[in-house]
């Protein structure tokens, strides 16, 4: 459970982070960023893997480039369904997605791998 509630403030964080750097993301309060959180820790769970399986030549053909446009994808799809969060386009989904991308790299890094199950 704390594990889930750590890679939620880090993907809050991650989205925090990207609607600073990156023009074109932005939300409208902190709310729309907690729940934006929310869809795209459940977007990455149930749409991006299939998203990777159907684009799985691209992926290979672009020697694994396309997967940041599955991200910027998801992370599109997550701001159409909410009102408070933009995307404004491929450009800043992209971007978007490569920060959200390095900040999970270096979390997960400091976090450690998941322990086995018992």
Do not use: K, Y
Not at 30 to 57: D, K, Y
Not at 78 to 99: E, P, S, Y
């Amino acid at each position: 459970m704390l594990r889930l509630i750590v890679q939620f403030l880090v993907t809050c964080l991650a989205l925090w982070l990207a609607a600073r750097i990156v023009p074109g993301v932005s939300f409208s309060d902190n709310g729309s960023l907690a729940f934006a959180a929310i869809l795209l820790g459940i977007a990455n769970a149930v749409v991006r893997p299939i998203l990777t399986v159907i684009t799985f030549p691209l992926t290979m053909i672009t020697f694994g480039l396309f997967l940041l446009v599955v991200n910027a994808a998801v992370i599109g799809l997550v701001a159409w369904l909410l009102g408070g969060f933009t995307v404004a386009g491929l450009g800043a989904g992209i971007g978007a997605a490569i920060v959200t991308g390095i900040v999970s790299w270096i979390a997960g890094w400091f976090i450690g791998p998941e322990p086995a199950a018992r």
